[in-house]
């Protein structure tokens, strides 16, 4: 006893290793250890050791001890450790119990062990290479571990665990198809007896749930793993996504249809005449001219068909399906040649030709397209043998064909459509087959393949095997290769598309397949297919002894081949010949072999990846990757693995990508420059309808007597605080367009009044530029309508607003109004706003209703706006369920067209004119514009006035003596004043001197009456109407000259002594404001509407001719900064002293700073307040201050 109890007390002080003494017979506790109680907490003397430690007794020492006195076993998982050695060794406990002493410590690796444990890394580290899921499992304990795990499913699935439960969560990603086929496969159960069956690598393909919601295809495959240690049994579970060969197998699959197809391929063509046509666009005629040989003469036969695209569905001779591209190709629609089938005279089934034609032009509108038929017939033919021809060539070379023969039964004969095999075989294209089939045997066949290879290739066989079989005969046997070596050929045959007189043949190369099922290791399998797969060239190199050796993939498996150069030579050979020279000097920085092992070492996943252009099989440079992995480390050795990569096609995408990515950056870039442009110019367009609105407030202040003046001030106020309001709406309209929030208005409204207020608008805009303006409103358009004035008025004020800005001088604008057709209470109304100005580029016309987009100014205009407008047009047009649409050319001119769907109320009545003597009064019309005089007369005829109307002065006079002559003298005449040759003021005078004071002179202008009264009332005019002209327009006229009304008065003068100033201001209202309040101060003032016209004018004027120079800002074709520099470097004494104040909307200090240092004297803000004007122009006109000080 006192023996047991000190060797108890030596053994309670290793605490490193569990040690416990069991009698022999009933496995009884009879001792432990510390360390054992720690393990197992409940451990008492008594205690069973398999009741103890039950579930993990499978790999117990003490099963298979037998007669030995010690024996030691491996145990996994154990409750001592993940790997733990046990050691049963036979004793007597005291001196009458036998008894095993049992010791529990860690497991110490053998050197065989540990080579298999490095083997077992590098090969799953490989493997997590290649897969995006890689699982080693212990089927015997029911384990698992993941080594990699890229989660593309929804599922979590645990790193380590119970392997019936991660197939569980598996496959509840699973599509509903493959949920069972997945369990049944994948089952533990089911692994282990296949394992024991010999089925070492089991397989299946599934449709996986990824993390985008959609399911993939995934290629799930199991393969057993040798134990050499003990009887678990182990596997490697490996996955990953397979869906771009599924997509290839449905390609192959399409392809092996066409296999079955039969190649006829037809060399032989007839060629025939061309046929050469007229076709007359206006006519709709069509004239074919057709050679023919007659009686041995050839001549000439034509042909003509009338109405040929109007009866083409009815004349039978271009085949249905190519109706359309014939009436394309006659009228103009498409320049291309095309190709159709039609019928001739001589033939009665359809015939490809190739119809070519060139169309002349008359007008600018297709006249006649002169071409010519050319049957194409055979050339189709050829082309669809072709196709068929290389559909089966690609199907083979994608199969990996070596042979394909097309065996014609009856006639014993074959011919070789594609054929890869060596000079060796010497086989000729066509020839008899069974002698080929003989010699062929005899040549190339392995000797014990060569009597299988005869007789199942012996042509009545072949038969009598195709008779059988549904769909194809099958030979395996090995056949010589290029190469010398005998390989592995699959012969297949077939009756080419079900043709029985003829039989397809393929040989097709399967060695890898034969040999694959020969491999002994698993993993080196796995690793050869892998690597073959996914890189071209694999090395193993040691950075220490600078050896480096390709790692080869082929029949034998896996080969470590030495390349009989160190590893700074292969290096040094690569950067000279194969890396692109851009990146020698950065690849040599890269490959530094005293560098590489600090970089892997500061990668977390121990290894890094080079990227650059390479070329290896030709002179094109690909991006190849340069991955350089870790693979083992000693005192004498540094391994690293080198995989090199083709990614030129990745690196093409992503450069795609990023070029995509850059010009979304570009469009968000010129989407801001637009919207600031649009702030800048906003701070000038709000400000102008502003000036308008106070100058015209001042001057109507100023003439409070007269209340024609005051009306016409009113109006224009109006007019401006209207469009003052519809800019400041533009932003609010757009964003309540884009939210939805925009509500059109249905309401009664005038229609006539409000094409009267915007014609009275753009009337005298018009005129100030020169342009000519007229409104042509349908007869007995209804006066009254259901709808959205305001929308509709913000419309045509849009359009005939960038009419007016973009014509040049002597141009004209037109607004036409019409009914189009009418369903039920609701018609659709047709504008048209047109203008013969500088026409909208094809570019532009493109993108003219997108959001801050305004037309080029590479022409040198400066376009004002927000770049709003069309778009707020386009979509308050579509809101009123109508539609717009534009037709522009350079050069040419634009028009708009704009059809709104209208409740329009009751025909307008014709105007009375309201008194029995008036309404016999005989009228005449003279203006140079035919429309202009047939409107006007229209009008007079609907109030019962008779009119006579002429386009000239002479013609004026000549009808007015024929009528004093006749006692038939005119009672009113309506007078253009800018009529070319003799102008309205001259002919009132001379109209006055001819027929006296009897006949009304009324003068039609779209200029102020203002500007022309004093000369008026000289000449004799009387009265005055503004265009375009209108029926309220002609009656108030009438009735004021009946009534006599007396004329505006002149204007007050004030303080200043007729200086004169250069106003220099392209709005019209704006310089009608200031020339005004100019002019009611006592100075004279000279207009200019552009800069250049500003510097021209003071170039041309006498020294000191002006005295103050005002300047607007933002000025079409040259802008106020620039002709202030001009006018500054002019080479003359008062180029330097003339003030220059500027005029602008721009508000901010550093504009006011930027005009100083221009060389401006002032700045005035936009609108302009008199008061600040007058005292500036005092200070430097009579105080003598180069400043102005306001």
């Given at each position: 006893?006192?023996?047991?109890?000190?060797?108890?007390?030596?053994?309670?002080?290793?605490?490193?290793?569990?040690?416990?003494?069991?009698?022999?017979?009933?496995?009884?506790?009879?001792?432990?250890?510390?360390r054992?109680?720690?393990?197992?907490?409940?451990?008492?003397?008594?205690?069973?050791?398999?009741?103890?430690?039950?579930?993990?007794?499978?790999?117990?020492p003490?099963?298979?001890?037998?007669?030995?006195?010690?024996?030691?076993?491996?145990?996994y998982?154990?409750?001592?450790?993940?790997?733990?050695?046990?050691?049963?060794?036979?004793?007597?406990?005291?001196?009458?119990?036998?008894?095993?002493?049992?010791?529990?410590?860690?497991?110490?690796?053998?050197?065989?062990?540990?080579?298999?444990?490095?083997?077992?890394?590098?090969?799953?580290?490989?493997?997590?290479?290649?897969?995006?899921?890689?699982?080693?499992?212990?089927?015997?304990?029911?384990?698992?571990?993941?080594?990699?795990?890229?989660?593309?499913?929804?599922?979590?699935?645990?790193?380590?665990?119970?392997?019936?439960?991660?197939?569980?969560?598996?496959?509840?990603?699973?599509?509903?198809?493959?949920?069972?086929?997945?369990?049944?496969?994948?089952?533990?159960?089911?692994?282990?007896?296949?394992?024991?069956?010999?089925?070492?690598?089991?397989?299946?393909?599934?449709?996986?749930l990824?993390?985008?919601?959609?399911?993939?295809?995934?290629?799930?495959?199991?393969?057993?793993?040798e134990?050499?240690?003990?009887?678990?049994?182990?596997e490697?579970?490996?996955?990953?996504?397979?869906?771009?060969?599924?997509?290839?197998?449905?390609?192959?699959?399409?392809?092996?249809e066409?296999?079955?197809?039969?190649?006829?391929?037809?060399?032989a063509?007839?060629?025939t005449?061309?046929?050469m046509?007229?076709?007359?666009?206006?006519?709709?005629?069509?004239?074919?001219?057709?050679?023919?040989?007659q009686?041995?003469?050839?001549?000439?036969?034509?042909?003509v068909?009338?109405?040929?695209?109007?009866r083409i569905?009815?004349?039978?001779?271009?085949?249905?399906?190519?109706?359309?591209?014939?009436?394309?190709?006659?009228?103009?629609r498409?320049l291309?040649d095309?190709?159709?089938?039609?019928?001739?005279?001589?033939?009665q089934?359809?015939?490809?030709?190739?119809?070519?034609?060139?169309?002349?032009?008359?007008?600018?509108?297709?006249?006649?397209v002169?071409?010519?038929?050319?049957?194409?017939?055979?050339?189709?033919?050829?082309?669809?043998?072709?196709?068929?021809?290389?559909?089966?060539?690609?199907?083979?070379?994608?199969?990996?064909?070596?042979?394909?023969?097309?065996?014609?039964?009856?006639?014993?004969?074959?011919?070789?459509?594609?054929?890869s095999?060596?000079?060796?075989?010497?086989?000729?294209h066509?020839?008899?087959?069974?002698?080929?089939?003989?010699?062929i045997?005899?040549?190339?066949?392995?000797?014990?393949?060569?009597?299988?290879?005869?007789?199942?290739?012996?042509?009545?066989?072949?038969?009598?095997?195709?008779e059988?079989?549904?769909?194809?005969?099958?030979?395996?046997?090995?056949?010589?290769?290029?190469?010398?070596?005998?390989?592995?050929?699959?012969?297949?045959?077939?009756?080419?598309?079900?043709?029985?007189?003829?039989?397809?043949?393929?040989?097709?190369?399967?060695?890898?397949v034969?040999?694959?099922?020969d491999?002994?290791?698993?993993?080196?399998?796995i690793?050869?297919?892998?690597f073959?797969?996914?890189?071209?060239?694999?090395?193993?190199?040691?950075?220490?002894?600078?050896?480096?050796?390709?790692?080869?993939?082929?029949?034998?498996?896996?080969?470590?081949?030495?390349?009989?150069?160190?590893?700074?030579?292969?290096?040094?050979?690569?950067?000279?010949?194969?890396?692109?020279?851009?990146?020698?000097?950065q690849?040599?920085?890269?490959?530094?072999?005293?560098?590489?092992?600090e970089?892997l070492?500061?990668?977390?996943?121990?290894?890094?990846?080079?990227?650059?252009?390479?070329?290896?099989?030709?002179?094109?440079?690909?991006?190849?990757?340069?991955?350089?992995?870790?693979?083992?480390?000693?005192q004498?050795?540094?391994?690293?693995m080198?995989?090199m990569?083709?990614?030129?096609?990745?690196?093409?995408?992503?450069?795609?990508?990023?070029?995509?990515?850059?010009?979304?950056?570009?469009l968000?870039?010129?989407?801001?420059?637009?919207?600031?442009?649009?702030?800048s110019?906003?701070?000038?367009?709000?400000?102008?309808?502003?000036?308008?609105?106070?100058?015209?407030?001042?001057?109507?202040a100023?003439?409070?007597?007269n209340?024609?003046?005051?009306?016409d001030?009113?109006?224009?106020?109006?007019?401006?605080?209207?469009?003052?309001?519809?800019?400041?709406?533009?932003?609010?309209?757009?964003?309540?367009?884009?939210?939805?929030?925009?509500?059109?208005a249905?309401?009664?409204?005038?229609?006539?009044?409000?094409?009267?207020?915007?014609?009275s608008?753009?009337?005298?805009q018009?005129?100030?530029?020169?342009?000519?303006?007229?409104?042509?409103?349908?007869?007995?358009?209804?006066?009254?309508?259901?709808?959205?004035e305001?929308?509709?008025?913000?419309?045509?004020?849009?359009?005939?607003?960038?009419a007016?800005k973009?014509?040049?001088?002597?141009?004209?604008v037109?607004?036409?109004?019409?009914?189009?057709?009418?369903?039920?209470?609701?018609?659709l109304?047709?504008?048209e706003?047109?203008?013969?100005?500088?026409?909208?580029?094809?570019?532009?016309?493109?993108?003219i209703?997108?959001?801050?987009?305004?037309?080029?100014?590479s022409?040198?205009?400066?376009?004002?706006?927000?770049?709003?407008?069309?778009?707020?047009?386009?979509?308050?047009?579509?809101?009123?369920?109508?539609?717009?649409?534009?037709?522009?050319?350079?050069?040419q001119?634009?028009?708009?067209?704009?059809?709104?769907?209208?409740?329009?109320?009751?025909?307008?009545?014709p105007?009375?004119?309201?008194?029995?003597?008036?309404?016999?009064?005989?009228?005449l019309?003279?203006d140079d514009?035919?429309?202009?005089?047939?409107h006007?007369?229209?009008?007079?005829?609907?109030?019962?006035l008779?009119?006579?109307?002429v386009?000239?002065?002479?013609?004026?006079?000549?009808?007015?003596?024929?009528a004093?002559?006749?006692?038939?003298?005119?009672?009113?005449?309506?007078?253009?004043?800018?009529?070319?040759?003799?102008?309205?003021?001259?002919i009132?005078?001379?109209?006055?001197?001819?027929?006296?004071?009897?006949?009304?002179?009324?003068?039609?202008?779209?200029?102020?009456?203002?500007?022309?009264?004093?000369?008026?009332?000289a000449?004799?005019?009387?009265?005055?109407?503004s265009?375009?002209?209108?029926?309220?327009?002609?009656?108030?006229?009438?009735?004021?000259?009946?009534?006599?009304?007396?004329?505006?008065?002149?204007?007050?003068?004030?303080?200043?002594?007729?200086?004169?100033?250069?106003?220099?201001?392209?709005?019209?209202?704006?310089?009608?404001?200031?020339r005004?309040?100019l002019?009611?101060?006592?100075?004279?003032?000279?207009?200019?509407?552009?800069?250049?016209?500003?510097?021209?004018?003071?170039q041309?004027?006498?020294l000191?001719?002006?005295?103050?120079?005002?300047?607007?800002?933002?000025?079409?074709?040259m802008?106020?900064?620039?002709?202030?520099?001009?006018i500054?470097?002019?080479?003359?004494?008062?180029?330097?002293?003339?003030?220059?104040?500027?005029?602008?909307?721009?508000?901010?200090?550093?504009?006011?700073e930027?005009?100083?240092?221009?060389g401006?004297?002032?700045?005035?803000?936009?609108?302009?307040?008199?008061?600040?004007?007058?005292?500036?122009?005092?200070?430097?006109l009579?105080?003598g201050?180069?400043?102005?000080?306001?």
């Amino acid at each position: 006893m006192l023996y047991l109890e000190q060797l108890e007390k030596i053994l309670n002080h290793i605490t490193s290793i569990g040690i416990y003494v069991v009698r022999r017979d009933t496995h009884e506790m009879l001792y432990f250890n510390e360390r054992v109680r720690a393990v197992a907490p409940d451990v008492r003397i008594g205690s069973v050791c398999h009741e103890l430690w039950a579930g993990t007794c499978s790999n117990c020492p003490l099963l298979s001890i037998g007669d030995q006195e010690s024996h030691t076993a491996v145990s996994y998982n154990d409750p001592f450790g993940e790997m733990v050695d046990i050691t049963a060794t036979k004793m007597m406990w005291g001196e009458e119990i036998p008894a095993y002493i049992i010791t529990v410590g860690p497991h110490t690796l053998t050197k065989r062990e540990q080579e298999l444990e490095w083997g077992r890394r590098r090969m799953l580290q490989a493997l997590s290479c290649v897969y995006s899921m890689v699982i080693y499992v212990n089927l015997t304990r029911n384990s698992f571990f993941m080594v990699e795990y890229e989660r593309f499913d929804t599922k979590q699935a645990p790193d380590e665990g119970n392997f019936d439960e991660l197939i569980e969560i598996g496959a509840q990603t699973m599509h509903p198809d493959f949920r069972e086929q997945f369990k049944n496969t994948f089952s533990r159960k089911r692994l282990l007896e296949q394992f024991a069956k010999g089925e070492t690598n089991i397989y299946m393909e599934h449709r996986q749930l990824g993390d985008d919601g959609e399911y993939h295809w995934t290629m799930t495959r199991v393969v057993q793993v040798e134990n050499p240690i003990n009887n678990d049994v182990l596997e490697i579970t490996l996955s990953h996504n397979i869906d771009r060969e599924k997509q290839l197998e449905e390609k192959l699959k399409v392809q092996h249809e066409m296999e079955r197809e039969r190649i006829r391929y037809q060399t032989a063509v007839e060629s025939t005449d061309e046929v050469m046509f007229e076709y007359d666009v206006a006519e709709d005629l069509f004239t074919a001219f057709e050679g023919i040989v007659q009686d041995g003469a050839r001549r000439t036969q034509r042909m003509v068909l009338r109405g040929y695209l109007e009866r083409i569905e009815t004349l039978g001779i271009v085949h249905p399906d190519y109706f359309d591209q014939m009436r394309c190709k006659l009228s103009g629609r498409t320049l291309d040649d095309v190709e159709i089938r039609m019928k001739t005279p001589h033939t009665q089934e359809y015939r490809w030709f190739r119809v070519h034609g060139n169309m002349v032009y008359e007008n600018n509108r297709p006249a006649l397209v002169i071409g010519m038929l050319r049957d194409i017939t055979h050339i189709k033919q050829l082309e669809l043998e072709r196709e068929s021809l290389e559909r089966i060539c690609n199907f083979t070379v994608n199969q990996d064909y070596n042979l394909v023969a097309i065996i014609e039964v009856p006639t014993e004969t074959y011919a070789i459509r594609f054929c890869s095999l060596g000079p060796i075989y010497h086989i000729p294209h066509a020839g008899a087959y069974p002698e080929q089939v003989a010699r062929i045997a005899q040549l190339a066949v392995y000797p014990d393949d060569r009597g299988e290879f005869i007789s199942q290739l012996d042509l009545p066989t072949l038969i009598s095997h195709l008779e059988q079989s549904d769909e194809e005969c099958r030979l395996y046997c090995r056949i010589l290769s290029n190469d010398g070596a005998f390989r592995w050929k699959r012969v297949r045959f077939t009756y080419y598309e079900g043709d029985q007189t003829h039989i397809l043949l393929t040989i097709q190369d399967v060695q890898e397949v034969r040999e694959a099922k020969d491999r002994e290791l698993v993993s080196n399998r796995i690793f050869a297919t892998a690597f073959r797969d996914l890189y071209d060239q694999v090395f193993e190199a040691d950075l220490i002894t600078n050896e480096i050796h390709e790692i080869i993939c082929d029949e034998d498996g896996i080969q470590r081949v030495p390349t009989g150069r160190t590893l700074q030579e292969v290096i040094d050979y690569r950067c000279e010949h194969l890396i692109h020279p851009d990146f020698r000097r950065q690849y040599m920085q890269e490959m530094d072999m005293d560098t590489i092992p600090e970089r892997l070492a500061n990668t977390a996943s121990s290894y890094f990846e080079i990227q650059r252009k390479t070329t290896f099989t030709s002179d094109l440079y690909h991006w190849y990757s340069i991955q350089l992995q870790f693979l083992s480390e000693s005192q004498d050795s540094y391994k690293i693995m080198l995989y090199m990569r083709d990614i030129d096609q990745t690196r093409r995408e992503d450069e795609r990508n990023k070029r995509a990515l850059r010009d979304a950056l570009v469009l968000a870039r010129d989407a801001n420059r637009a919207k600031t442009d649009f702030i800048s110019r906003m701070s000038h367009d709000i400000r102008t309808p502003m000036n308008a609105i106070i100058g015209m407030t001042t001057i109507a202040a100023a003439n409070l007597g007269n209340k024609a003046k005051i009306s016409d001030c009113l109006q224009k106020i109006d007019v401006s605080a209207k469009f003052l309001l519809s800019l400041i709406n533009d932003i609010l309209d757009m964003s309540k367009i884009e939210s939805g929030k925009v509500v059109i208005a249905r309401r009664e409204f005038n229609f006539h009044r409000m094409i009267h207020g915007i014609s009275s608008v753009f009337g005298q805009q018009a005129a100030q530029k020169h342009l000519a303006f007229n409104v042509y409103l349908e007869e007995n358009f209804p006066l009254t309508c259901m709808g959205d004035e305001l929308r509709i008025n913000q419309v045509l004020m849009n359009l005939l607003g960038n009419a007016v800005k973009f014509t040049p001088e002597g141009g004209r604008v037109s607004l036409r109004i019409e009914r189009k057709k009418a369903k039920e209470h609701i018609t659709l109304v047709r504008f048209e706003v047109e203008d013969t100005g500088i026409g909208i580029s094809p570019e532009f016309q493109k993108r003219i209703f997108d959001p801050f987009e305004q037309e080029s100014a590479s022409s040198g205009r400066v376009f004002e706006g927000t770049g709003l407008g069309m778009t707020i047009t386009q979509n308050l047009v579509l809101l009123m369920d109508g539609r717009i649409s534009l037709e522009s050319e350079l050069g040419q001119g634009t028009r708009f067209i704009v059809e709104l769907p209208l409740e329009l109320g009751e025909t307008a009545e014709p105007v009375a004119v309201g008194s029995e003597s008036i309404g016999h009064l005989r009228v005449l019309i003279v203006d140079d514009d035919v429309i202009t005089c047939e409107h006007t007369q229209t009008i007079l005829l609907h109030m019962g006035l008779e009119s006579v109307w002429v386009t000239s002065g002479e013609q004026a006079l000549r009808e007015l003596r024929e009528a004093r002559a006749k006692n038939q003298n005119y009672d009113v005449a309506f007078i253009d004043w800018k009529i070319p040759g003799m102008d309205g003021l001259e002919i009132a005078r001379r109209m006055r001197e001819l027929a006296g004071p009897e006949t009304l002179a009324i003068i039609m202008s779209a200029y102020d009456w203002a500007q022309i009264e004093t000369e008026a009332r000289a000449a004799g005019v009387d009265h005055f109407i503004s265009k375009p002209i209108f029926p309220e327009s002609v009656h108030n006229a009438l009735s004021r000259a009946m009534q006599d009304a007396p004329s505006a008065q002149e204007p007050d003068s004030f303080q200043f002594c007729g200086e004169r100033i250069l106003l220099v201001e392209d709005n019209e209202i704006n310089m009608e404001i200031a020339r005004t309040l100019l002019e009611m101060q006592g100075l004279t003032v000279d207009g200019a509407c552009n800069g250049q016209e500003a510097v021209d004018k003071f170039q041309a004027s006498e020294l000191g001719y002006y005295r103050v120079i005002l300047m607007d800002i933002r000025m079409p074709v040259m802008d106020g900064v620039t002709a202030t520099q001009k006018i500054r470097a002019l080479p003359r004494a008062d180029a330097e002293t003339v003030p220059i104040i500027a005029m602008t909307a721009n508000a901010f200090q550093e504009d006011e700073e930027f005009a100083a240092q221009m060389g401006m004297n002032g700045y005035l803000i936009k609108p302009i307040d008199t008061k600040s004007l007058f005292k500036g122009l005092n200070q430097l006109l009579n105080q003598g201050l180069t400043q102005m000080y306001i």
